[in-house]
């Protein structure tokens, strides 16, 4: 806890806007003592030296730098105390929006409401350090040793990286040989420059070099019974032919790959019915073992027909009253029982990775046949990502491809051959095509939506935990954080993350072999590695006064909690993200963080000058503002000229999912007329950071606006708003809306009490 602070006013960036020495002059006056240091420098970023010198002569503890937001220049105040910001400028004199003419301060020359604004965020932020404390380190042992989940095309390239960087692998196939589905592809699609024409896999060589690495110990035959313990102390369980083996690890790269999705979604296209329609995926085993007889192949990526069936059988699925919904469907062959979308999806998912490859397979069956056999290209959509534009280029000059857009509205068998009907075609007419054999798209399914393939041995279960938004995918936030899961210290590479091309599968295996190295050196060290990376800080219990009522454990998004037979949370600090959700949920309030805390918080609401006057001076909204999307959104839209109502004070807090209800009592018992949560979107539009801590507040925010409803307050006082970091051009708009319900409901009834 801070005892003597120093406090420094950068004039370069915010002295245009407020009269900097009568504000520094109220802070000294203020806070005395607790303040030793009060200076106004002409930039702050030349004054790190001044700083350090001030630190040592006056052994100040806390240094709070007054000016541009910490997300703009922070890195540059490495100081040997705690160090705090104050967000004077894009928050406080770039946002400022003049309501109605208010009169000038005599005192500072600037808008009496922005000299007012500026001294509560002063005040917040003393409070704020002084409630803060030094973390101290919650280090592991850090074993450096990376285990590889999945031998396939993805493992055998992140075993081989990991090794190559200095660390020992175990990797894990549960096949009788290394490889997987690469076996199955005669050529792949290109890997190099300059992304023209297809090339070997050479997944021998990839083998073979797994094997012959003194650092990788390959086990194949092999399935994961348990992994427990956390980052940089794993305990791994295996079971092998010759029985089980425990090892310890630091990390773990997910690559078990995916499964066929079961042909019953594309029955309606002839899969699973007639021999002469194939997925793509088969088609590749039937050229590796040269079993491919057809002289005219149709590649077929529209899948209306199939999805239109699904949909139809889903819908009649539902509609069907309970007792017949239980009895076994007719037609069982046909598999659709309470049919799905959802599971359709995974062919939707899937067509970039069709689509390559089937321009591939139609190139291979070309050149195997000297050109003899034609081939036919019929999309809805064809999704070539990235480069391989190159190639997809290529591929529609190439003899013996033909390529055309075209609605499939059938595919029927006709004697010895399969027919398939074709409308809105790119030649201008509506046409049958004869051909020898079908070949469908391969619905990539992702081995975690089939069985466990970790085992975790969690509180929380032995799998991830199912949010019904990715179905079955491993990956916790594809925009901002690509091949971490939802379980710290394994991270997800390849087609069990997303369907992906064989390079994008090379370069994802690279990708979270980086992140497992992080991973483990930021455990040694005792800090996070995402998204806070680098914080030293993790959850504190009071187990004293902790009533087991495991609300933490059952919320926390990651896992960081189990606890005992009573109920007793057991922290894995490790596991840790620093969110702070676990305090959030907590009704006792036992659980805190070094530097970000129930009571610093709290500290800070009530450190606001709230006027009595609600019509002569305005109301005051409290902003609990999410620290990776609305704080960087209210930050752009300052620094853009974008300002909001002066009514309102915001703190940054790291998730709404850290939001306890205790602050929002004490904000409407110190007399704010109105409280808004501004964090991440969650649901179908999921962006949080925190996995649901937004889906989180927001149910806590129903028992709010219950306990609001007893004393006698309007619940629309406290709002939830949703908003992602590129929408700064709404946030001003939201707040200023939210303002105006307030002026309009009058005065929290609690006001000057």
């Known amino acids: 806890m801070s005892g003597k602070i120093g406090v420094y006013f950068d004039q370069q960036n915010i002295g245009g806007g407020l009269d900097l020495t009568a504000l520094a002059e109220q802070t000294s006056q203020k806070w005395g003592g607790l303040v030793p240091v009060v200076k106004v420098v002409p930039v702050l970023a030349l004054a790190v030296s001044e700083i350090k010198a001030d630190i040592e002569a006056q052994e100040l503890d806390g240094v709070l730098l007054c000016g541009a937001s ?25 946002a400022y929006k003049n309501p109605d003419k208010t009169p000038v301060d005599t005192a500072n020359g600037a808008p009496e409401l922005l000299a007012i604004m500026a001294r509560d965020y002063v ?16 280090a592991v042992t850090g074993v450096q040793r990376v285990l590889v989940i999945g031998g396939g095309w993805t ?41 023209t024409d297809k090339q070997p896999t050479n997944v021998a060589d990839k083998i073979s070099k797994v094997l012959g690495n003194s650092k990788i110990a390959v086990h194949m035959n092999t399935r994961m019974e348990k992994l427990e313990g956390q980052p940089g102390e794993f305990k791994a369980t295996f079971v092998t032919p010759a029985g089980a083996q425990t090892i310890d690890v630091g990390a773990v790269v997910l690559a078990t790959g995916w499964v066929p999705l079961d042909p019953q979604y594309l029955s309606s296209m002839g899969l699973g019915q007639s021999t002469k329609v194939v997925d793509a995926a088969t088609f590749g085993k039937m050229l590796v073992a040269d079993q491919v007889n057809a002289r005219r192949i149709a590649f077929v990526l529209d899948t209306t027909i199939a999805e239109e069936a699904v949909k139809k059988a889903a819908e009649e699925a539902e509609a069907a009253p309970a007792e017949e919904a239980a009895k076994p469907a007719e037609g069982e062959e046909k598999g659709f029982v309470k049919a799905n979308l959802e599971s359709f999806r995974h062919v939707t998912y899937s067509n970039a990775v069709n689509s390559v490859g089937m321009l591939r397979l139609a ?17 809805k959509d064809m999704t070539v990502p990235g480069i391989l ?40 007419m509506d046409f049958d095509l004869d051909v020898d054999l079908v070949v469908v798209p391969t619905g990539l399914v992702p081995t975690t939506a089939k069985d466990v393939t970790v085992c975790f041995d969690y509180r929380q279960g032995p799998d991830f935990p199912d949010l019904n938004l990715f179905d ?3 990956d916790s936030n594809y925009i901002c954080f690509p091949y971490e899961t939802r379980r710290t210290g394994v ?20 990708g979270a072999v980086l992140k497992a190295m992080q991973c483990i050196e930021a455990a040694s060290h005792g800090v996070a590695v995402h998204p806070r990376s680098g914080d030293l800080s993790y959850p504190v219990f009071n187990f004293v006064r902790c009533t087991q009522c495991k609300r933490c454990t059952e919320e926390c998004p990651f896992g960081a909690l189990d606890d005992d037979e009573k109920g007793t949370p057991k922290p894995n600090p490790a596991r840790c993200r620093r969110c702070g959700t676990c305090f959030g949920a907590c009704p006792e309030r036992v659980i805190s963080f070094a530097n970000y805390n129930i009571d610093q918080i709290g500290s800070m609401i009530r450190e606001v000058h709230v006027p009595k006057d609600f019509k002569a001076d305005g109301p005051r909204v409290l902003i609990l503002a999410c620290e990776n999307d609305a704080y960087p959104a209210l930050d752009m839209a300052g620094a853009r000229n974008k300002p909001w109502s002066p009514y309102c004070r915001i703190i940054p807090v790291r998730c709404l999912g850290s ?12 007399g704010y007329d109105g409280v808004m949560l501004l964090g991440c979107k969650y649901g179908d539009d999921y962006q949080c950071h925190f996995v649901k801590g937004s889906e989180i507040c927001a149910r806590r925010k129903e028992n709010i606006a219950e306990t609001l409803n007893r004393l006698g307050v309007q619940p629309e006082r406290v709002e939830q708003l949703e908003v992602a970091i590129d929408e700064y051009d709404k946030v001003p708009d939201l707040i200023d809306g939210f303002v105006d319900r307030i002026m309009a409901m009058g005065p929290n009834p609690f006001k000057g009490m």
């Open 70 to 94: 910490p997300r703009v220049d922070s890195e540059i105040y490495r100081l040997p105390v705690q160090v705090e910001f104050v967000n004077l400028r894009e928050q406080c004199v770039q």
């Open 123 to 138: 005040n917040m932020g003393v409070v704020k350090l002084q409630k803060s404390e030094v973390p101290d380190s919650a």
């Open 155 to 195: 493992g055998l390239t992140a075993a081989a990286e990991a090794a190559e960087s200095g660390y020992e692998v175990v990797l894990v196939e549960k096949a009788e040989k290394l490889g997987g589905a690469a076996n199955n592809i005669p050529m792949g699609s290109p890997l190099v420059s300059p992304w």
């Open 363 to 379: 190139n291979t069956v070309c050149e195997k046949t000297n050109d003899t056999c034609q081939t036919f290209i019929l999309y």
């Open 389 to 428: 534009e190159r190639f997809y280029k290529k591929m529609q000059d190439r003899l013996g491809v033909m390529m055309t857009k075209a609605d499939v509205t059938e595919i029927r068998e006709a004697g010895d051959h399969m027919v398939v009907s074709c409308k809105n075609t790119l030649l201008g």
């Open 472 to 474: 079955g995918f491993a």
């Open 491 to 510: 991270y997800a590479a390849g087609c069990v993350r997303q369907p992906l091309t064989m390079d994008a599968c090379e370069e994802d295996a690279k």
């Open 659 to 670: 939001v306890n209800a205790i602050w929002v009592s004490d904000a409407m018992s110190k």
